[in-house]
């Protein structure tokens, strides 16, 4: 059998670029703001995780500029060895402190911190109980740990707890969930969460990729919004978002993260986030403590788009988050309508299964402080004129 078998009978892509509905690789010929160049048109985004609209804030690309300027392109290797900075110590102390945490350490993308942080933290006589609708890089983390995995039905607390009920309590036992689920965009039920895991003696984990500046008065994330910053154990998160960089985060108790440091292969056998990545994302933190009003327009101008798609009745998932599902149910009918939004001037993310339940696809659709009403009532008339001919 010739291992390639499977690539060559995987025709779901020529089938769908035939069919003129292929919906993915659109190229910018413009950095990531509100409005965009896409393959050489004007475009309205709301398809980015861009949350606080600081990727093309002047003060995070001078502050890259700079550090290119001074450290050079790249570190040459590890955190272990020659790979370490003062920027990156920097920029782990001052999430540490924004954070309320002892310590913290950074990996080169928010995948490779799941991976890093839970493969060393689990292992072969422990327990990871894990949300159904938890991102893929904490599944994928769950395998690479030899822990044993019980998926809980979604934000479902009974039968969170009919899992912890059966646990041994020989068996170390670890809650992992988003803070805001990235497809969804609802947030996780934190408070009973962190009151079974103090009745059957687990730890807890955050992944706050969708969280950080996003959620929270000072927009420190899930538990700053549920006034819990004190009884999550580990909270992770992501550059890439609100950050406007690249890399991620683990932010927990001293002992934990000296442990993580040097257990976690993902993070001892990667090279470190270049000076660029970390000099943008302590910049954009910085502004974030300066400017936590952008966590008010955020959620204001979300809220906004919101009640336009209400008025005009598209079929939307109600959130309390920037991020805003609008339903589809059909995945033939997500690519048609993301391809007409496209031609007439927005840009929206496409969500099938595996990502979501068969017969659930949406479009998924996301806000950023720096957009304006102007632009969410001409998107939202967009929205209108499209799904009124579907």
Request: with cysteine; net charge negative; charged share 25%.
């Amino acid at each position: 059998m010739d291992i390639f078998g499977k690539c060559y009978e995987f025709t779901q892509v020529k089938e769908a670029v035939e069919a003129g509905i292929y919906p993915y690789f659109h190229a910018l010929q413009s950095g990531q703001d509100t409005v965009v160049n896409m393959e050489g048109r004007r475009t309205i985004m709301i398809g980015s995780n861009n949350y606080l609209g600081l990727t093309s804030d002047p003060r995070v690309k001078e502050a890259a500029i700079k550090a290119i300027e001074k450290y050079g392109s790249g570190c040459s290797g590890s955190r272990f060895l020659n790979g370490t900075l003062d920027l990156h110590l920097k920029l782990e102390n001052a999430l540490a402190e924004f954070l309320h945490k002892d310590a913290c350490i950074t990996f080169s993308t928010g995948f490779q911190s799941n991976l890093g942080i839970i493969s060393a933290i689990a292992g072969r006589n422990d327990v990871i109980l894990c949300d159904k609708e938890n991102h893929a890089s904490i599944y994928d983390a769950c395998r690479l740990s030899y822990a044993a995995m019980i998926r809980y039905k979604h934000s479902d607390m009974d039968d969170l707890e009919k899992a912890l009920r059966d646990i041994p309590e020989s068996k170390g036992i670890l809650i992992v969930t988003d803070g805001v689920f990235s497809m969804g965009g609802e947030i996780c039920k934190l408070p009973q969460i962190v009151e079974l895991a103090k009745k059957y003696g687990a730890r807890v984990m955050v992944d706050d990729a969708h969280g950080l500046g996003v959620l929270g008065e000072n927009g420190r994330g899930t538990a700053e919004h549920f006034g819990l910053e004190d009884e999550v154990d580990i909270l992770m998160g992501t550059f890439s978002k609100s950050l406007a960089s690249l890399g991620g985060y683990m932010a927990a108790s001293a002992e934990v993260i000296s442990y993580v440091k040097h257990t976690s292969r993902p993070f001892i056998f990667s090279a470190s986030i270049p000076p660029a990545n970390a000099a943008a994302a302590l910049c954009a933190l910085d502004i974030l403590k300066k400017e936590p009003q952008r966590v008010r327009n955020l959620n204001e101008i979300a809220d906004y788009m919101r009640g336009l798609l209400r008025e005009r009745n598209i079929p939307l998932n109600e959130t309390e988050t920037p991020i805003i599902p609008i339903m589809t149910y059909d995945d033939t009918r997500t690519f048609i309508l993301c391809r007409e939004l496209l031609n007439e001037g927005v840009y929206v993310n496409p969500v099938i299964s595996p990502a979501v339940p068969q017969g659930y696809s949406m479009i998924r659709t996301s806000y950023t402080a720096t957009h304006t009403k102007e632009l969410m009532d001409e998107a939202a008339d967009i929205f209108a004129k499209v799904f009124s001919k579907f």
